[in-house]
């Protein structure tokens, strides 16, 4: 028996929806139909609700390894009394950073952790000293290559 963790917002069946799609997210409806005992249409219609209410949003996520791609979590320390609308305005650049693949607010001795990627670890490095040269409320960062990711949003790599 699977453990139900999405059981304060969704119900049984969206749950295994929303499972089915976090490990193959191009299963086609017919198939978690007969999984679920479901028509295929009252599928679409629940997985189109899950969008619609922003439970879910189905994405093709790369896999940076198999095109040839090194990436870095970095975490990101603000100055103490750094301005709230400094660091939301620099969240705000990183959002739209296109190497930028994640951005996490934290609870730790670190504020943010953003997840980047580049072609080769010489041009990230160089991304990263230009990302923050120009923010002078950082007080530390530090960052952290990836050397392998063996499991991503769920799915074994």
């Known amino acids: 028996m699977t ?15 929303v499972q089915m799609l976090s490990e193959d ?6 198939e978690i139909a007969k999984k679920v005992g479901l028509s295929k249409t009252s599928v ?12 879910i949003k189905i994405i093709g996520v790369p896999v940076l390894r198999n095109l040839n791609l090194v990436d870095a979590n970095i975490l990101i320390k603000f100055e103490i009394n750094t301005p709230r609308s400094q660091i939301e305005a620099f969240v705000k650049k990183l959002l739209k950073e296109e190497y930028i693949y994640e951005v996490n607010r934290v609870l730790s001795e670190y504020d943010l952790i953003i997840a980047v990627y580049h072609s ?4 990230l490095k160089a991304y ?12 530390d960062y530090y960052v952290i290559p990836v050397l392998q990711t063996d499991k991503a949003f769920g799915v074994p790599l």
């Open 3 to 17: 453990l139900n963790v999405y059981l304060d917002s969704l119900d049984e069946i969206d749950s295994k929806i």
């Open 25 to 30: 997210g191009r299963i086609r409806d017919t």
């Open 44 to 55: 679409r219609l629940r997985k189109l609700k899950l969008i619609k209410n922003k439970k």
């Open 120 to 123: 080769n670890f010489a041009l």
């Open 128 to 139: 990263i000293q230009d990302l923050f040269e120009n923010f002078k409320s950082i007080e």
